[in-house]
T-cell receptor
Framework: DTAVSQTPKYLVTQMGNDKSIKCEQN?????MYWYKQDSKKFLKIMFS???????INETVPNRFSPKSPDKAHLNLHINSLELGDSAVYFC?????????????FGQGTRLTVV | AQTVTQSQPEMSVQEAETVTLSCTYD???????LFWYKQPPSRQMILVIR??????QNATENRFSVNFQKAAKSFSLKISDSQLGDAAMYFC??????????FGTGTLLAVQP
């Protein structure tokens, strides 16, 4: 029944490793997002995909690579993890065009780089 | 450029009282939408209320209402009859016609019993 699900919920890893976070939505939405929430709770948009096509790519290091195999999935792969990558990462989805419709968020993935 | 500013990092209110959270925004688009989201300690992002920019009437959802001043680019959230469960981080957000949804820095609301 979960609308937007992310896995894993928690991820602890060492510097230099490569890791992925998976996101799936069962709402039939066309648009999916990745956000990073830092320790001060600031939510910054990273990427947005519309029906598997990248439409927003904010200033994010190219160590971060989103992958959308189909419109229901948007995974985030991070190479060569750094301490500063520690944060909570949220996946979200909304209908195409957005408008006043609600964006649905996953429960977040807390990434800790040690 | 699309920006959202919340100037109150923290607010406190007594249970059953009313509190207003401030938000200003800037956008060059004529078509946009505004939202308030709540994030309790569980981390889940929950939509509180939404407003279409082309509507002059202020949105209301039970104890939550907004004061939308389009000319001033202001979108404040009023919470009436505050309850302990209202304690959370509140984010103001705007969505452009290109579906870019961006957030303010948040206001942490404490509710005192």
């Amino acid at each position: 029944d979960t609308a937007v699900s992310q896995t894993p919920k928690y991820l602890v890893t060492q510097m230099g490793n490569d890791k992925s976070i998976k996101c799936e939505q069962n709402l039939g939405h066309d648009t999916m997002y990745w956000y990073k929430q830092d320790s001060k709770k600031f939510l910054k948009i990273m990427f947005s995909y519309n029906n598997k096509e990248l439409i927003i790519n904010e200033t994010v290091p190219n160590r971060f690579s989103p992958k959308s195999p189909d419109k229901a999935h948007l995974n985030l792969h991070i190479n060569s993890l750094e301490l500063g990558d520690s944060a909570v990462y949220f996946c979200a989805s909304s209908p195409r065009g957005g408008g006043d419709t609600e964006a649905f968020f996953g429960q977040g993935t807390r990434l800790t780089v040690v | 450029a699309q920006t959202v500013t919340q100037s109150q990092p923290e607010m406190s209110v007594q249970e059953a009282e009313t509190v207003t959270l401030s938000c200003t925004y800037d956008t060059s688009e004529s078509d946009y939408y505004l939202f308030w989201y709540k994030q309790p300690p569980s981390r889940q992002m929950i939509l509180v209320i939404r407003q279409e920019a082309y509507k002059q009437q202020n949105a209301t959802e039970n104890r939550f209402s907004v004061n939308f001043q389009k000319a001033a680019k202001s979108f404040s959230l009023k919470i009436s009859d505050s309850q302990l469960g209202d304690a959370a981080m509140y984010f103001c957000a705007s969505r452009s016609a290109t579906n870019k949804l961006i957030f303010g820095t948040g206001t942490l609301l404490a509710v005192q019993p």
